[in-house]
């Protein structure tokens, strides 16, 4: 029988984590403690200045049937390390509502995971609740400012700051507040969105250190008075109180693979409505006490890759060295037309269809000057046939395909691809640039991201979203780059257009400001801020067994 993720992380012996954070070479005194298994690191004993290898891992578009980059991102590590070469991991952290909503986690899979699994999948340090709170304390600050008389004439038409919750909630995606009364202040229609969709979680995903984050908290836009100038955070006086809500928050965290990788996991946007990035400070210290440092970025290259390339390693100044692209035979096929109950059938053509899908994404990071490798993440059901095929697809592209059992074997499954990724890597080769230049219309970048990556044949706003993006140029905002909001499932924003579709138009329905974080949103087809639970979530599975341990948790 098959064991469950859970349960083969639990039979794993980990080690204290200060072990881990000796190899890493953090200093005792820097490491503090949550329980035995995590720890935080003390942000001003940790080095700044990167010296190793920054190897992305990235990945087709997602499908039902699985792709498994945070397992292949852990897998490689695990094969780094065990080669001798000194490896660190980057990775987000979960949230809890897809935790509840859809089977899945944010902590790989099989004998490739970081651990204590169920710990970072439910809480983990509390960071989430960290943001959640500093969000929701200038919601309440901005109701409080107008409430007592509004000295900074908002517009209550045209409070742009939402409140957030880090659960899976549609009822709350459109709400009246303030109902009851007039001591409950003034009724206004608002909302929630989901935790990682705050402006928040970016800003202190992209802050280089605590002093950056009080400075970006406080460029928030949160409102926009009656002739339309713009109000924020630190007009308030809020960005203080919510640094100090994050204090704990900005140190990165530490834990462990099931082969005693160390694994920094720290902040966690989606990468269809955010950047979809682990935090810059985390990445920067992992490169600074490490050789080679493999991150992930959320859903696909068209989305995580993007963003990663274009607003991360922009603002922080980072350059990849190389980039895997993970692919699998079953998710190729649902590319190709297949049904996922049918996935289990070889089915060469549909492989050879889908595989279009595959190819594109790697035209696309290759576009940024990055090299890269391709991971076939393998499963039992996969035949010769299907696998010659995706590994024929790359070569086609001038890159080499391997086949990887890092679920069932943990690092010794990875160590074709480590070897591959480290060779790149050492080579140099690599000529990283970001695909548009921030001098830039807002509008242009919003199109060059949709032609070049996409391959839409235009884009198309309203006359008053284009109109927005020229009073932000106006206002000194033209220079910020762009995160696109689509579905992940598509390189168009129809989620049922699968494979490699040209020649479509990608229309962008709204555009929102995030000063703090430093790029501007374009909100693309259906995409909900806030995530709603499945007919039958993963909630109805998970309890605790008569120990007290959770079960049901993956």
């Given at each position: 029988m098959q064991m469950s993720d859970i349960a083969i992380a639990r039979a794993a012996q980990l080690q204290p984590i200060g072990s881990i954070a000796d190899r890493l070479g953090v200093a005792a005194d820097a490491v503090e403690p949550y329980g035995r298994f995590k720890a935080k690191l003390d942000l001003n004993a940790l080095p700044r200045e990167p010296r190793g290898k920054l190897i992305l891992v990235t990945a087709i578009n997602p499908t039902p049937a699985g792709e498994g980059k945070t397992t292949t991102s852990v897998g490689l590590a695990d094969a780094l390390n065990r080669s001798g070469r000194k490896t660190a991991l980057c990775l987000r952290e979960p949230s809890l509502g897809p935790c509840f909503g859809m089977k899945g986690g944010a902590t790989g899979g099989g004998h490739a995971q970081v651990a204590p699994m169920d710990d970072i999948n439910l809480h983990f340090t509390d960071d989430f609740h960290a943001i959640t709170s500093a969000h929701n304390l200038l919601a309440a600050m901005i109701d409080n400012h107008i409430y007592w008389g509004n000295a900074l004439g908002i517009d209550v038409r045209r409070v742009v700051w939402r409140r957030v919750m880090d659960m899976n909630d549609r009822a709350l995606r459109q709400i009246v507040q303030s109902l009851g009364g007039a001591g409950n202040g003034y009724p206004r229609e608002s909302g929630f969105d989901i935790t990682v969709a705050s402006e928040v979680m970016a800003?202190?995903?992209?802050?280089?250190?605590?002093?950056?984050?009080?400075?970006r908290l406080g460029r928030i836009i949160v409102a926009y008075t009656r002739d339309q100038q713009p109000v924020t955070a630190h007009?308030?006086?809020a960005d203080g109180a919510m640094a100090a809500l994050l204090a704990e928050a900005i140190k990165p965290n530490l834990v462990q693979s099931l082969e005693g990788t160390p694994a920094l996991l720290h902040g966690g946007p989606f990468a269809n409505i955010a950047h979809g990035c682990n935090s810059v400070i985390a990445t920067r210290a992992a490169l600074a006490l490490s050789d080679y440092v493999v991150t992930e970025a959320g859903f696909g290259a068209d989305l995580g890759a993007e963003k990663f390339m274009n607003i991360k390693c922009r603002q922080a100044r980072l350059a990849p060295d190389a980039a895997v692209i993970v692919a699998t035979v079953r998710a190729l096929k649902m590319n190709g037309g297949v049904a996922k109950a049918d996935l289990a059938q070889e089915n060469v053509a549909a492989v050879r269809a889908g595989a279009a899908n595959l190819v594109r994404h790697?035209?696309?990071?290759?576009?940024?000057g990055v090299p890269l490798v391709v991971a076939i993440n393998h499963f039992g059901t996969d035949s010769d046939a299907e696998i010659e095929v995706i590994r024929d697809a790359a070569a086609a592209q001038g890159v080499n395909a391997f086949l990887c059992r890092h679920w069932a074997e943990g690092?010794?499954?990875?160590?074709?691809?480590?070897?591959?990724?480290a060779d790149l890597a050492d080579k140099g080769a690599a000529q990283f640039a970001p695909l548009y230049q921030s001098h830039l219309p807002l509008l242009e970048k919003i199109r060059t991201v949709a032609t070049r990556i996409y391959r839409a044949q235009d884009v198309v706003a309203?006359?008053?979203?284009?109109?927005?993006l020229k009073r932000w140029e106006t206002a000194g905002f033209?220079?910020?780059p762009v995160c696109i909001a689509k579905t992940a499932y598509s390189f168009s924003a129809d989620p049922h257009l699968l494979g490699a579709p040209t020649g479509h138009v990608l229309p962008v329905r709204e555009v929102r400001l995030a000063a703090g974080a430093g790029f501007v949103v374009a909100i693309c087809g259906e995409i909900m801020t806030m995530p709603g639970l499945p007919r039958h979530p993963a909630a109805e599975h998970i309890h605790l067994d008569a120990d007290g341990r959770v079960e049901g948790l993956f």
């Open positions: 800003i202190l995903c992209l802050a280089s250190d605590a002093d950056d984050m009080r400075q007009d308030l006086k790697i035209e696309n990071v290759h576009a940024f690092g010794a499954g990875a160590a074709e691809l480590a070897e591959a990724v309203e006359p008053s979203v284009v109109a927005q033209g220079d910020l």
